[in-house]
């Protein structure tokens, strides 16, 4: 999960999300969003491995709707 930190400089709490900071007010907030962060990478993560199980399989047509993000629709 990533990191919950505390800039004195700011008075505010940060979390990175890849290459972006995100701040927050309080401390609850930032614990929030470093879960949602978390969540969003193992989705990501699953949804890779779904896809690479597809196309071995040969059903490059599913894999290629499932990166598109046809599902979501």
């Known amino acids: 999960m990533p990191a919950v930190n505390y800039s004195q400089?700011?008075?505010?709490y940060w979390v990175r999300d890849g290459e972006e900071i995100v701040?927050?007010?309080g401390p609850l907030e930032a614990q929030?969003?470093?879960?949602?962060?978390?969540?969003?990478?193992?989705?990501s993560a699953e949804v890779?491995?779904?896809v690479?199980?597809?196309r071995r399989?040969?059903?490059?047509q599913v894999a290629?709707?499932?990166?598109?993000g046809d599902y979501k629709k």
């Open 9 to 12: 400089k700011e008075e505010r």
């Open 23 to 25: 701040w927050f007010d």
């Open 32 to 43: 929030d969003a470093a879960r949602a962060i978390e969540r969003k990478r193992a989705i």
């Open 48 to 50: 890779a491995l779904i």
């Open 52 to 54: 690479t199980y597809f």
């Open 57 to 60: 399989m040969g059903m490059t």
């Open 64 to 68: 290629a709707s499932i990166e598109a």
